[in-house]
DNA sequence: GCTCTATCTTACGTGCACGTCAACTTCTGG
DNA sequence: CCAGAAGTTGACGTGCACGTAAGATAGAGC
């Protein structure tokens, strides 16, 4: 602990999730702890919270389940594996063929957001449109003579 | 049929959910159909339907459960059903307690819209800056020399 | 060394939002 | 009038995202 690694515990309360959250996730190969300590337990960086944070965003904010967000994580990953490796020059079809796949995920989400965006413009023009209403309504109690 | 009423299935077909879907709305008070057939049969009308598309756009949009969803338009519809009788002037006092709770609601769920918004920015920047990247990843690789 | 808290694995339980099947009735086109 | 499609009420099943309890082990403080 004097080092700058964290336990489960730690980051779940960070991240306002449970222990039992992290373990799941980790089954589902979503996001694996860094290291482990010499008996075993689970030892986090803060580029592991970073990773929670982003499936948790994923989540709640696109409502993505948490196969979607795995793949879209996978996609990203495998692309940054390739980048260390990239001066090392593997294959460079192979190379082409990821990063074509990381952009268009890439351009997918960027359409879903802007199509959330838009959704959520209607609700709140709905929402003040009845509040309007609403001031109103409230007018016309008030000054009933 | 020839009158402007909707069959559940038809109902069902033009917001994308299933029958199924319709009767457990009902079963938990969320939407039930303006009448029925001499048999029995639902029939719901095109205010129906509006009712279902808020109902899903609550869910799909904001992400709020069932029981949340039945909260805010119970609100709506104690209101609604308030303005009927307004002029008949039942007692003004429920009156300014019913359309508070609206506009508290509504004040609540604008917040809570902006602040959606406000993450979906984020998410939408985070997007931007990854595609940026892949750009220049895609640059360097096509002028290798 | 000892205690007490945190974490470990394993496994079954839970709440939500429906899906699905059965047996029956109702509606609709010909 | 009648076949077939569509609708009805139960009731049990399902997938997801965890919750929870049990029993063992590990780590921090005294």
Redesign the interface.
């Known amino acids: 602990m004097t080092d700058g690694t964290l336990r489960i515990g730690e980051v779940a309360e960070r991240a306002g999730v449970s222990c039992r959250t992290l373990r799941y996730y980790e089954e589902l190969r979503l996001l694996a702890p860094s290291g482990h300590s010499a008996g075993g337990a689970r030892r986090y960086t803060e580029e592991d919270v970073g990773r929670l944070l982003r499936i948790r965003?994923?989540q709640?904010?696109?409502?993505f389940d948490l196969e979607e967000i795995g793949a879209i994580l996978g996609a990203?990953d495998r692309l940054a594996e390739l980048?260390s490796e990239w001066h090392g020059g593997a294959r460079?079809e192979r190379?082409?063929e990821i990063?074509a796949e990381?952009?268009k995920i890439?351009?997918r989400?960027?359409q879903q957001?802007?199509e959330?965006?838009a959704?959520?413009d209607?609700?709140?023009a709905d929402?003040?449109a009845?509040?309007r209403r609403?001031r109103e309504?409230?007018r016309r109690?008030k000054t009933p003579g």
């Open positions: 965003e994923l709640e904010v696109m409502g990203e980048r460079p190379q082409e990063l990381a952009v890439n351009d989400l960027r957001v802007r959330k965006r959704k959520l209607e609700v709140m929402l003040e009845k509040a609403y309504l409230a109690s």
